[in-house]
Antibody, heavy 122, light 107 residues
Framework: QVTLRESGPALVKSTETLTLTCSFSGFSLTTSGACVSWIRQPPGKALEWLAVIDWDDGKFYTTSLKTRLTISKDTAKNQVVLTMTDMDPVDTATYYC??????????????WGQGTLVTVSS | DIQMTQSPSALSASVGDRVTITCRAGQSIDTWLAWYQQKPGRAPKLLIFDASSLESGVPSRFTGSGSGTEFTLSINSLQPEDFATYYCQQYKSYSRSFGQGTTVEIK
């Protein structure tokens, strides 16, 4: 059974750096084809894809936030970490990690964490 | 980045109705499209992938169709548990993108 769980601070201040951890089980990021993404959702708004990391340490970021995001993995701990610099109140959102379906390079997301709400104070 | 546009943004329907949601891509994405259902306070749930393949465990009243730039999600005989927000998502390119969502409300 695949499970993912996000963890990190519930509240950060403007200009600070956010660090979120996705802890997962039921699959390994050392398996060829495995990928984990981060997606966020501001309150009452749509989903926004942020970043992905694959088994081969390939990393891709959404164009609009590329300069602020870093994704990394710790395969021994079964964790994926996302850092976002220079946080702003508009970054207030629920942040999800999700697994990309086996056998696909780019999508879809077949397993999701429950999400973690991050509020940015000014 | 590939823009995804859903219509309508919201609709009202009754239990037993058939509803259809449309998703348009800014460029051809072949059939690299997924549909998700999201209920308040919950993570999205994968319903359909590859435009028309039903995810395991999802009721057969959900059907997806389309290719290229135009796609539809249909729900036959709407059930009380189907009232939710639905999102399309393309995975043609590494820069995945979602539609803005369609909320299905009780009439």
């Amino acid at each position: 059974q695949v499970t993912l769980r996000e963890s990190g601070p519930a509240l950060v201040k403007s200009t600070e750096t956010l660090t979120l951890t996705c802890s997962f089980s039921g699959f390994s990021l050392t398996t060829s084809g495995a990928c984990v993404s981060w997606i966020r959702q501001p309150p009452g708004k749509a989903l926004e894809w942020l970043a992905v990391i694959d088994w081969d340490d390939g990393k891709f970021y959404t164009t609009s936030l590329k300069t602020r995001l870093t994704i990394s993995k710790d395969t021994a701990k079964n964790q994926v970490v996302l850092t976002m610099t220079d946080m702003d109140p508009v970054d207030t959102a629920t942040y999800y990690c999700a697994r990309i379906r086996d056998g696909y390079s780019f999508g879809p997301f077949d397993s999701w964490g429950q999400g973690t709400l991050v509020t940015v104070s000014s | 980045d590939i823009q995804m546009t859903q219509s309508p943004s919201a609709l009202s329907a009754s239990v037993g109705d058939r509803v259809t949601i449309t998703c348009r891509a800014g460029q051809s994405i072949d059939t690299w499209l997924a549909w998700y259902q999201q209920k308040p306070g919950r993570a999205p749930k994968l319903l359909i992938f590859d435009a028309s393949s039903l995810e395991s465990g999802v009721p057969s009243r959900f059907t997806g169709s389309g290719s290229g730039t135009e796609f539809t999600l249909s729900i036959n005989s709407l059930q009380p548990e189907d009232f939710a927000t639905y999102y399309c998502q393309q995975y043609k390119s590494y820069s995945r993108s979602f539609g803005q969502g369609t909320t299905v409300e009780i009439k």
